[in-house]
């Protein structure tokens, strides 16, 4: 059984920067077992593949897995995977419209595709959940994460808390670029926190005031075999609902996040969250991505 695949940079228009993924096509029938072992040969952070849809309004069945397990939901497999999608016009015999609907574990993801001149450009998601904020983790421990004197790590406007669009992370501001560029993960410390070892995964991120950007952004998870991550759209979807709720008042707050410089692979996310009253009620996350390579696999 032959796949045809192509790979993506993601939250990029620069090939070898933002976040690598592989979109397998024609994997239908193939078992869970079968679909991990190919995420692991890919040795990406995760590894889409389309499948017809089980509801015929829906574009396509995505399944993403990572290297280690398959994921409810993911930011940057959604956003490149449409890319890819819109990049081909068509899908299982029908066409595309300016929105692709993708069936997840998560529930159903909309992401619209950006044209200009009839080219699908840039992809923009829709969270499939609301957002949600759980219990705050100690500062100290994500600081000690983090290689961090704790002071590094502000609480002026949120104490470090767990937040959600589909995927939960550990959201930590810091006080500035300063500290986003000295943080290191130490892995053994990951592992003997207490509130960080259950979940795993910290995004610490510090408002800048730079040309054509308001935060910067690392993401850290060595439990989980991601010592770092160039671009998290997952993680910054959870981070703009969180910001949402710090809104006053009713609009929508506009984002754009730099993730991934200190590793070499820099990314640019846009997210934006429409706020009402102290809740977010809808989260949004897209960028731009480029086309790596293409090939077939034997599954």
């Known amino acids: 059984m032959t796949l045809s695949f192509e790979t993506v940079d993601v939250f990029t228009d620069t ?3 933002g976040n690598p993924l ?35 309004a829906h574009t396509a069945r995505v399944r993403i897995f990572s290297t280690k397990r398959e994921m ?8 490149g995977t449409a890319a890819v999608v819109g990049w081909r016009g068509e899908l299982f015999g029908r066409p595309l419209g300016d929105t692709v609907l993708f069936e997840e574990i998560a529930g159903v993801v909309p992401v619209a595709l950006t044209r200009e001149g009839g080219a699908v450009t840039a992809t923009t998601l829709t969270a499939p959940e609301a957002f949600s904020r759980h219990q705050e983790v100690p500062a100290d421990q994500v600081a000690a994460c983090l290689g961090l004197d704790v002071s590094a790590v502000t609480t002026a406007r949120h104490a470090p808390v767990i937040g959600s669009v589909g995927l939960p992370f550990i959201l930590a501001e810091l006080s500035d670029a300063q500290a986003i560029r000295r943080a290191t993960p130490v892995t053994a410390r990951f592992a003997d926190q207490p509130e960080v070892a259950a979940n795993g995964a910290i995004l610490c991120y510090a408002r800048v005031a730079e ?19 160039p671009a998290t759209g997952s993680a910054c979807g959870a981070l703009m609902g969180l910001l949402g709720t710090l809104e006053t008042g009713s609009g929508t707050l506009r984002q754009r996040i730099a993730q991934g410089v200190e590793m070499g692979r820099p990314s640019l996310i846009r997210g934006a969250v429409d ?25």
Do not use: C, K, W
């Open 211 to 229: 040309p054509d950007l308001d935060i910067r952004a690392r993401m850290f998870a060595p439990i989980r075999n991601v010592a770092e991550d």
């Open 275 to 299: 706020h009402a009253d102290g809740t977010s009620t809808a989260v949004r996350i897209g960028g731009r991505s480029v086309r790596v390579m293409t090939g077939s696999i034997e599954g």
């Open 15 to 17: 090939r070898y920067g």
């Open 22 to 56: 592989a979109v397998v096509f024609g994997a239908e029938g193939l078992p869970a077992e079968r679909l991990q072992q190919i995420a692991r040969e890919f040795n990406y952070s995760e590894t889409t593949f389309v499948l017809p849809p089980e509801d015929p």
């Open 72 to 79: 409810p939901f993911a930011g940057h497999p959604n956003v």
